[in-house]
């Protein structure tokens, strides 16, 4: 955390963070690390003592949210938003991931927490016509993408066939469809438009952000759609003035945790201009070279599950695209969307607008 907070200092030419920075907002849940009030652990490696420190539990795409709203409010100039994972400390992941499911209906059923990924899974491949081919292509493409990025964990030289040779988890799931997780910690730096300017002439903007959390019942709620990323959408969508997304992003961000959620989330996004997300997906469309990148960087299942930190490490990409320094896999990208999911059992994501100057 401390030295991922001193390069985000660098990188955006703050000296010292105690003089300058009004507020911390720090993204954890006490569940993946193991400690009780672990966010009491943070503002020592963000140089946030005796400063305000607001802690999210949840993704830090949410956490980018609260700090947004901090700034507009007026109070505040410069926010700091930190999230992190220390997965490799986690022998118990399947326990942990049960801990979100209804205690008297769910959990008592001791079940592998992806067992609701798989019905997910199979209700939307039957919705859009899909199958166990396409769930491998978005592998393929994913891993392979991430060949190109150091930063990457899980990259690989894989086909569909290797895919499909794997015996499921959970039907239709193999173990190349959900994502691995890793270590990391992001920290991100806002500022006000005119501050900002004071910094450094290489800004990125958020021109709209939404979250939202959708019926946390998995009896209720509207499978193999997510109503989450559509309404979190929505939100951003109306602040950036985005008229028709299919047409407005020259790439896309999404979570990809789960291979057949990236599909899912491309759709709520409204991504596909009306044209069916399986023939775009076969014909390449969603690949570095095709008319709307998605996952670049190789997403959750090349790159890693960074837990609370999976929000800022698609920022992080967005930054590196945006300001052409995504070397090897640069897409040339004003404008792109970023969207977050905290996981199986939740309903809970975030959608974010980011744009650069031309």
Known sequence: MFEAASRAYADAGIDD?????????????????????????????????????YTITSDGLIGL?????????????IVVVEAHSKASEIITLNDIINFAYDPIYNRPLNLNPYFLAGLEATKYLHKIGGSRYHLSLIVEKNKTNALKNPLASYASKITTEDVNKLKPIIEPLNPLDIAQPIDVSIVVVLARSDIAKKFTDRIVWIDGIGWATENPSIENRDWGNAAY???????????????????????????????????????????????????????????????????????????????????????LEGVYQLRNEAVGRQISAKKIVIQSWRGIPTTTGAVAVLTIDN
Request: hydrophobic residues 40%; proline residues 4%; contains cysteine.
């Open 229 to 315: 990323a559509r309404i979190a959408a929505n939100m951003a969508y109306k602040l950036a003035d985005i008229k028709n997304p299919a047409r407005e992003f020259d790439m896309a961000i999404v979570d990809d945790k789960i291979s057949y959620k990236e599909l899912e989330h491309i759709e709520a996004l409204r991504l596909t201009g009306g044209k069916n997300v399986l023939r775009l997906l076969e014909d390449g469309e969603f690949n570095i070279k095709g008319s709307l990148p998605v996952n670049p960087h190789g997403g959750e299942l090349g790159v890693g599950w960074a837990l609370e930190a999976s929000g800022l490490v698609a920022v």
């Open 65 to 77: 949210a609260s700090a947004y709203m901090k700034i507009r409010t007026g109070l505040f100039d």
């Open 17 to 53: 963070p105690r003089k300058t920075v009004d507020a911390f907002v720090t993204c954890e849940e006490d569940f993946w690390s193991g400690i009780s009030i672990f966010d009491e652990f943070t503002p020592d490696q963000l140089g946030g003592v005796y400063k305000p420190v």
